[in-house]
């Protein structure tokens, strides 16, 4: 099993910056895909963005590509989501999540395994 704990979410002025961290513990392992959902009220979950643990290559949707930037950090565990420039439809539930593959996250929405999320508020 795999813990996930978000942190980082704050209430911020638009045009600011923010940085999601991800800690993963537990029965961690080297083949998988770390990355970052959101989440609207009454909206499901969008795929934003992840990271191929082992070999750093990321992936990200349409809507965030250029302003959002995904990394990790292998000797902490962490995977962290860079948010530039942020706007008021910015704001929302982030989730971080991992997956066994790519697809699973950017193609069907769903991950293996799921944190609680971290809530983002961007004020115009």
């Known amino acids: 099993q795999v813990q996930l704990v978000e942190s980082g979410g704050d209430f911020v002025q638009a045009g600011d910056s923010l940085r999601l961290s991800c800690t993963a513990s537990?029965?961690?392992?080297?083949?998988?895909?770390m990355g970052w959902f959101r989440q609207y009220p009454a909206n499901g979950r969008a795929f934003l963005g992840a990271?191929?643990?082992?070999?750093?290559?990321?992936y990200y949707a349409d809507s965030v590509k250029g302003r959002f930037t995904i990394s990790r950090e292998h000797a902490k565990n962490t995977v962290f989501q860079q948010m530039d420039n942020v706007q008021p439809e910015d704001t929302a539930y982030y989730y971080c999540?991992?997956?066994?593959?790519?697809?699973?996250?950017?193609?069907?929405?769903?991950?293996?395994?799921w944190g609680k999320g971290t809530l983002v508020t961007v004020s115009s």
């Open positions: 999540a991992a997956s066994y593959t790519i697809s699973t996250m950017a193609t069907q929405g769903g991950a293996d395994y």
């Open positions: 537990g029965h961690t392992f080297g083949a998988y895909y």
């Open positions: 990271v191929d643990w082992k070999g750093g290559m990321p």
